[in-house]
C-alpha cells in the first residue's frame, strides 16, 4: 500500500504516530507519515523516530522509494534500522526549523512565479536558499524583485490547497508554470496550490498558510545561465 502523506493536507502537522512497514539499508518505510520526500525541486524533510520503548533514532532525509507512492526515512546512522522491525509503532517528528523553511521559501517561489511570467525551467528549494530558473531573455532587476516579494508579503494573502482531477488540469494546460516539474497524474487528482489574487498552480510541496507568514525575503543572485535562462536565488534577510 501506498504511504499515507499526512503532509499533504496539512503541512502545520509536526509529528504523527505510524506503524513500520518495512526496514532496510538504513531505511524505515511507514504506513503514513509527516515527512515530505524530496521531490518538485523541495528537499526531503529531516527529523526523527521514536520508538515505543523511548529510542531516538535520528531521520537525516526523505525519499521516494522504488515502488510508486512509497516513502522512504534514511536513518542518519544506518545501524539504528536494526532498533526496528515491520509491525513496530513509532512516533514521527519533523525538524520544525527545517520544514519551516522550506515551507516559507517554497511560498515565496511561487510568489516570484507570480511577478515574472515566464515557464520556469529548474528549481531548488532548501533550508538555506531557493533558487528558480525562468526561460526568458529579458534581463531581471534584483532590488525591484525583493521590493514585488516585501509587498506581496506584507499584503498577508491566504495560501490554501485543492483537488482537482487530472481531466480539470488537461483542460487548464495555463496552470502548469513548471517546464522541468510536471504535476503527477495517474492518482486521478492533481493539488492546487492557491495564494489569492496572486498564483494558481499546481504543486505537491509544502507551504505557509499565509504570504505574511514567509517573513522578510530577498533576491540574493540573479545569474545568466544561458541564452534564454535567467536563475533568481532566493534568501532570508
Known amino acids: 500500500m501506498p504511504t499515507i502523506e499526512l503532509f499533504r493536507d496539512d503541512a502545520d502537522l509536526a509529528e504523527c504516530t505510524a506503524t513500520v512497514v518495512r526496514v532496510g539499508d538504513g531505511a524505515v518505510e511507514l504506513d503514513r507519515t509527516v515527512f515530505y520526500p524530496q521531490g518538485g525541486g523541495q528537499a526531503g524533510d529531516a527529523g526523527e523516530l521514536v520508538t515505543a520503548t523511548g529510542r531516538?533514532?535520528?531521520?537525516?532525509?526523505t525519499r521516494k522509494g522504488p515502488e510508486a507512492g512509497r516513502i522512504?526515512?534514511?536513518?542518519?546512522?544506518?545501524?539504528?534500522?536494526?532498533?526496528?522491525?515491520?509491525?513496530d509503532s513509532v512516533t514521527a517528528r519533523l525538524d520544525g526549523p527545517r520544514r519551516q523553511a522550506h515551507r516559507r521559501f517554497h511560498t515565496a517561489t511561487h510568489l516570484l512565479c507570480a511577478l515574472v511570467p515566464h515557464p520556469v525551467d529548474g528549481c531548488s528549494i532548501t533550508a538555506g536558499y531557493a533558487?528558480?530558473?525562468?526561460?526568458?531573455?529579458?534581463?531581471?532587476?534584483?532590488?525591484?524583485?525583493?521590493?514585488?516579494?516585501?509587498?506581496?508579503v506584507q499584503a498577508a494573502h491566504p495560501v490554501t490547497?485543492?483537488?482537482?482531477?487530472?481531466?480539470?488540469?488537461?483542460?487548464q494546460p495555463q496552470l502548469v508554470r513548471s517546464m522541468s516539474v510536471q504535476p503527477p497524474r495517474g492518482s486521478g487528482r492533481v493539488r492546487l496550490v492557491e495564494i489569492a489574487g496572486v498564483d494558481l498552480q499546481p504543486c505537491g510541496g509544502t507551504h505557509v498558510g499565509n504570504t505574511a507568514d514567509i517573513g522578510r525575503v530577498v533576491v540574493t543572485k540573479i545569474e545568466?545561465?544561458?541564452?534564454?535562462?535567467?536563475?533568481?536565488?532566493?534568501?532570508?534577510?
Open 56 to 61: 531516538v533514532l535520528r531521520v537525516a532525509d
Open 72 to 87: 522512504l526515512h534514511l536513518l542518519a546512522d544506518p545501524a539504528d534500522a536494526a532498533a526496528l522491525s515491520a509491525g
Open 131 to 152: 533558487r528558480l530558473d525562468f526561460h526568458m531573455t529579458e534581463p531581471l532587476d534584483k532590488e525591484a524583485l525583493t521590493a514585488g516579494l516585501a509587498r506581496l
Open 161 to 171: 490547497t485543492r483537488w482537482i482531477s487530472d481531466a480539470e488540469l488537461d483542460a
Open 224 to 237: 545568466k545561465k544561458s541564452a534564454s535562462t535567467r536563475r533568481v536565488v532566493l534568501g532570508f534577510a
